[in-house]
């Protein structure tokens, strides 16, 4: 039976449980002995997730267009995979180009199964119920660290004319015209932010998202859509203001902008291994969140125009510190279980608070097998730093997690396995190799 989606609580569902784990821990893993001091440069690869938000912007077009600066990594290939089997021609014109043509597709169900593993999947709601006034897509899934309610998308769609409901694993909405509107988002929230921007970029008239969250990639989004022929003001700022046009031509060329959390993961490998690296190809403002923090705690930055330089003093010892993750231009959730590994190398007591996700401490477990020594308490963690962790067999619990426990690894006493590795490429462009290339002893080995 159909309900209204304001009738009901829309979560997105935890895809990633236990079974899951006994299926395909063993597929492949890392391997990796800790103790080398990292050092060298590293050139950024494009934002894993402006690039789910732009790819699915590219359904909206009424033409080709070309995006450079596009990560090979699983998450954007499955969201490719999902966009061809809608009739979209895709195709990869180098590693990190991709030429799109939107035109040739024939249908409104993004119900691609692969859908169902990424969470970027829904910004194809948006899309494809501006370009058809009609979508169907299945309930996305992604990391498992807490509930991931959909309702602020609905709420926009429903605002713009449309109704929503969920049936058999589906979310399915349709309007028999868009028209603009007010938004007020009751909580700051990325996807729905985007969702309904893409959905007003054809809408009649002028939509005015306010509470709208402000991260970078968000105003990429909005920078793709204008380039292609949209009218998106404010992205970046609270109130963004969406004026509906009949036709957007693409036609054009757009490059994404750089991965600050694949950025920000690399500054604090240097700073934990009390190493020496110069992110490349990076927009120093968006990573200024972190930058400000390890300057805290005693690291040295030097900040370049698309350069960000981290390194210590030999023997240094780094500063504990507090840190809350917040929206952005706050510190983000994406880099919180990255830092919490540095904060496992510094001397004294830090506190780590997690306002964003409920779920995001799971991976704790695992850094106290290694020797970490972490209290939680609710929303906060206390850690008390300054001692030797030791390699472990441990498991990537979620993306950032599994990337944390990486960098756990390279500064561990003796060898650490991290499986479950699939997460962790999900949204690393070739991490092995830039590992590597910094002085790491990482090796991903096939399991049977």
Known sequence: MKQPSRRMSASIPDLTGMNMRKKEKRLASYIIRGG?????????????????GIISAAMLLDGPCVI?????????????????????????????????????IHTHEATHEKGR??????????????????????????????????????????????????????????????????????????????????????????????????????????????????????????????????????????????????????????????GDITVHGVIPKHMEPLTAKLDEMGAHIDVGDDSIRVWTDDGQELQAASFKTMPYPGFPTDLQPQTMVLLCTAAGSSRMTESVWDNRFQYIDDLKTMGAEILISGKMAIVEGGHQLTGAH?????????????????????????DEISKIERGYENFISKMRSLGADITRIENE
């Open 36 to 52: 080398n001091r990292l050092s060298g440069n590293i050139n950024i690869s494009g934002s894993k997730n402006a690039a789910l």
């Open 68 to 104: 450079e600066n596009v990560p090979d990594v699983a998450d954007i290939n499955v969201m490719i995979e999902i966009c061809k089997n809608l009739g979209a021609e895709i195709h990869r014109d180098s590693e990190s180009v991709l030429t799109i043509n939107p035109c040739t």
């Open 117 to 274: 593993s990424i969470r970027g999947s829904y910004y194809l709601l948006g899309a494809l119920l501006g370009r058809f006034r009609k979508a169907s897509i299945y309930m996305p899934g992604g990391c498992n660290f807490g509930t991931r309610p959909i309702d602020q998308h609905i709420k926009g769609f429903e605002a713009l004319g449309a109704t929503a409901h969920i049936e058999y694993g589906r979310i399915n909405v349709q309007a028999d015209r868009l028209i603009g509107e007010h938004v007020f988002l009751d909580v700051v929230t990325v996807g729905a932010t985007i969702n309904i921007m893409l959905a007003a970029a054809k809408a009649d008239g002028v939509t005015v998202i306010e509470n709208a969250a402000r991260e970078p990639h968000i105003v990429d989004v909005a920078n793709f859509l204008n380039t292609m022929g949209a009218n998106v003001r404010g992205a970046g700022t609270d109130v963004i203001r969406v004026t509906g046009v009949a036709v957007m031509p693409g036609g054009s060329t757009y490059s994404i902008i750089p991965d600050q959390i694949e950025a920000g993961t690399y500054m604090l490998a240097a700073a934990l291994s009390r």
């Open 394 to 418: 441990v498991y990537a619990r979620d993306l950032r997690a599994g990337a944390a426990l990486v960098l756990a690894g390279l500064v561990a006493e003796g060898t650490t396995e991290v």
